[in-house]
């Protein structure tokens, strides 16, 4: 079975090589919608694949991390980075450049590792991140699949090479969220009453 959770958010960026030229050289926005789906041939105690109401925790945060912030790629110019780093409180800057189909790959990387780290404690069995499915615009979209987000010839994604402003961190439910993510500390989802 699968089930799908969607969050949204507001993002600029400018995705440099590619073939529209306003797309790579001049700064702009989406109004981004995120589906992340999960799969599991078992239900838990509650009769689901994996609670929905667990998906507002961290699981939201790594998503809405881009929200009204600018996304970055490592790769492009000094000046360029220095400037929107300046004049943006809230940015991340990515290893890949900030395209639908990278997005799709870096959250479902993020993602991946988060439900790696989070023990489970409702009955939940087998659980896994099927695939995020990133709508740029209402016509068009990319979706990562897990051999998708590990194919290097795409561009390695390593999460310790994205980096949030501190502004973005700030604004997580748990301020210390990344740098356990980074550490690789585990996660315990609350109980059912």
């Known amino acids: ?13 400018i995705v440099r090589g590619c073939t529209s030229v306003k797309c790579r050289s ?10 992340v789906m999960f799969s599991s041939n078992y239900l ?11 998906m507002k925790q961290h699981l939201k945060d790594l ?8 996304t970055i790629w490592s790769e492009d110019s ?16 990515l290893p890949v450049s900030p395209s639908a189909e990278q997005f799709s790959r870096v ?10 780290l989070t023990t489970t404690i409702n009955g939940e069995k087998e659980v896994r991140l099927h695939s995020v499915r990133v709508h740029e615009t209402d016509t068009g979209y990319a979706e990562c ?15 310790e090479e994205i980096i949030p ?21 585990r996660f315990v989802n609350p109980s059912a009453v």
């Open 145 to 159: 699949f897990v051999e998708d987000a590990h194919n290097a010839q795409m561009g390695v994604i390593e999460l």
């Open 1 to 13: 079975m699968i089930i799908r959770k969607l969050f949204k958010f507001e993002n600029a960026h």
């Open 44 to 54: 838990d105690n509650g009769q689901m694949v994996y609670d929905f109401g667990l």
């Open 26 to 35: 001049s700064l702009h926005g989406h109004s981004y919608k995120v589906e």
């Open 107 to 116: 959250i479902f990387v993020m993602i991946e590792r988060l439900m790696e």
């Open 63 to 70: 998503v809405e991390m881009f929200d009204h912030a600018v």
């Open 165 to 185: 402003s501190q502004a973005v961190e700030d604004g997580f439910q748990d301020p210390l969220l990344w740098k356990k993510l980074l550490a690789k500390e």
């Open 78 to 93: 000094k000046e360029y980075k220095a400037d929107m780093q300046k004049h943006s409180a809230r940015w991340v800057m």
